[in-house]
Every structure is written in C-alpha cells, then in structure tokens.
C-alpha cells in the first residue's frame, strides 16, 4: 500500500473530504497531503481539523504550505493562493 495519499477539495461538502481522508488512513496510508486553492482553502482547513477532532489523537498536522499559482488563459492570467495540509498517521 502507498504511505501518501492526496484529497483534491473543492466544491463538495466539508464531511466528503473528512470521509475520503479518514478512508485513505484506515486503508493503512501514513501520510494524507489535502490541498487546495481558492475558495476551497477555508474548506480544506475545516476537512484538516474534522479529522484530527474524529481521529484524535491519532493524527497531526506535520506541515502547512502555503503559495499561489498563475490560472487562466493568456491575456486572462491571475493569481490564486493554494494551500498544502500534511496530515500524518502518530506512531
């Protein structure tokens, strides 16, 4: 089994991506990367502390990065901000 696994949030519920999270951690993956960007890092850091509230003290917060990328068409660029959330399994 992989020791990473990555949840994409977007414009689902919050309790999907608290879902996906804790299913990647039961099916024996150590490390869960939830990104996001826009609009959805607010729902990525809910899904963050869902899960370590659900887990509790099971799961930490191993790192936090934050940045933005450039989207859209030439001409039509702009800059959104992205968030990484590392989540690891405690021994």
Do not use: H, W
Not at 32 to 39: E, F, L, T
Not at 42 to 54: G, I, L, P, Y
């Amino acid at each position: 089994m992989s020791s990473e696994g990555v949840i994409l949030v977007g414009q689902k519920q919050t309790p999907n991506y608290v879902l996906a999270t804790v299913t990647q951690f039961s099916q024996g993956v150590t490390r869960v990367i939830i990104k996001a960007r826009g609009r959805a890092i607010s729902k990525a850091v809910d899904t963050a502390e869902m899960v370590k509230r659900f887990l509790q003290n099971k799961v930490e917060v191993k790192d936090v990065k934050i940045g933005s990328e450039e989207v859209g068409e030439p001409g039509k660029k702009r800059r959104v901000s992205t968030i990484e959330i590392v989540l690891e399994r405690k021994e």
